[in-house]
């Protein structure tokens, strides 16, 4: 039976080992792994998943906050290194914005999945806190590319949430993972690289967002 954790760092590590649980699963499978197979994947008692989690949906929202903040730090650090003209910055931006993605597909998933399901299984006060989370999240890249860029304040997060909207049609365009090999192989327009068209798309948009101070 596991032990009760009683410090700060125990409870912070637990939490974490239940994160990873459910993100493994996660990866594993289409849907989403209930309470009990997180806490058996975890090691942890189904009850002890409660104590930090209410329900799965509020497991799930905290790893899309989490995997949203990683891929923020990657993005920011991206940006405050770019040397070069403009439209150098903005593909060598946009490169290490797909590629993290292509590395995270669960984070796209998750986002897929996060107005329709998660949040409307959370109480008031958590979606809000969620949304807050992100907005403010947010907010700190978006001024990174205002600075960079060299925009006006409060056009970096019209880029980015223009650009998140973007990459949520076109993943749902595009839903290489669920492609079958026989329509893939009649080469139809529906099954092209997600990857290569949002970054082409993202250039296009970008390009022209940025000349428009």
Not at 144 to 168: P, W
Not at 180 to 199: G, I, Q, V
Request: glycine content about 4%.
């Amino acid at each position: 039976m596991a032990q009760h954790a009683l410090t700060p760092d125990d409870k912070h590590a637990r939490r974490d080992a239940i994160l990873e649980a459910a993100l493994s699963l996660f990866v594993a499978q289409s849907d989403l792994p209930s309470s009990a197979q997180i806490a058996t994947a975890a090691g942890l008692a189904k009850g002890t998943v409660y104590i930090y989690f209410r329900t799965k949906e509020e497991i799930f929202i905290a790893l899309l906050e989490r995997g949203v903040a990683d891929f923020l730090t990657k993005l920011e650090d991206s940006i405050v290194q770019l040397k070069g003209r403009r439209e150098q910055k903005i593909a060598a931006v946009l490169s290490v914005y797909v590629e993290y993605l292509e590395q995270h597909r669960e984070l796209l998933r998750l986002d897929a999945m996060s107005h329709a399901v998660l949040e409307k299984n959370l109480e008031t006060s958590k979606c809000l806190e969620h949304k807050l989370t992100f907005i403010t999240r947010l907010q700190k890249t978006a001024l990174v590319i205002e600075r960079t860029f060299q925009i006006e304040e409060g056009r970096g997060i019209t880029l980015l949430m223009r650009t998140f909207a973007m990459t949520r049609g076109l993943w749902q365009n595009y839903p290489e993972d669920d492609m079958r090999p026989e329509l893939a192989d009649a080469a139809t327009p529906l099954y092209k690289s997600f990857a290569k068209e949002t970054h082409e798309a993202l250039i296009e948009y970008w390009h022209g967002a940025l000349t428009l101070k």
